[in-house]
């Protein structure tokens, strides 16, 4: 039974097992307190059962549980590796799209001179041509001195 501990203590770091008696049951809690930061990985297993049950089934159920516990332990090993490699990577495209300058990094703009020289279409994409309401009417004259005239626009 200690040689199975023996390999869920040095995984941990440290494990806590407690014994308790509920009538004529034990409750056995083995509690891996590890330093990860992932809450599945410091989850207990805890066993009800007769003492000769627990003495019949106690090491393969914490062989069982070792096991569960060392893959989830390598899951999330392997998805931090996976996540630092990607973060890196966008790190490294960021640093790329910066040192290109703006025009790299920035997507164009459109261009507002589309219109220019054809003008069978309006701005609103109607491909008929048809002019819309404010086109429609008379352009307000600009004042003399370059303001723009709000009330004239309406």
Do not use: Y
Request: proline share 6%.
């Amino acid at each position: 039974m200690f040689q199975q501990l023996e390999a869920i203590v040095r995984e941990t770091g440290k494990v806590t097992l407690t014994l308790k008696m509920a009538g004529d049951q034990m409750a056995v809690v083995v509690m891996p307190c590890g330093d990860s930061k992932e809450a599945a990985l410091r989850q207990p297993m805890v066993l009800t059962a007769f003492p000769a049950e627990l003495d019949d089934g106690f090491v393969a159920a914490l062989q069982s549980f070792h096991g569960a516990h060392r893959s989830l332990a390598e899951q999330v090993s392997a998805t931090n590796e996976i996540l630092q490699a990607a973060e890196k990577s966008q790190a490294g495209k960021a640093q790329k799209a910066l040192s290109k300058g703006p025009k790299a990094a920035l997507p164009a703009p459109a261009s507002a001179n589309e219109g220019d020289g054809d003008e069978s279409s309006d701005d609103d994409g109607d491909p008929a041509g048809k002019p819309d309401t404010v086109a429609a009417t008379s352009e307000p004259s600009a004042p003399a001195d370059g303001k723009t005239d709000l009330f004239g626009l309406l």
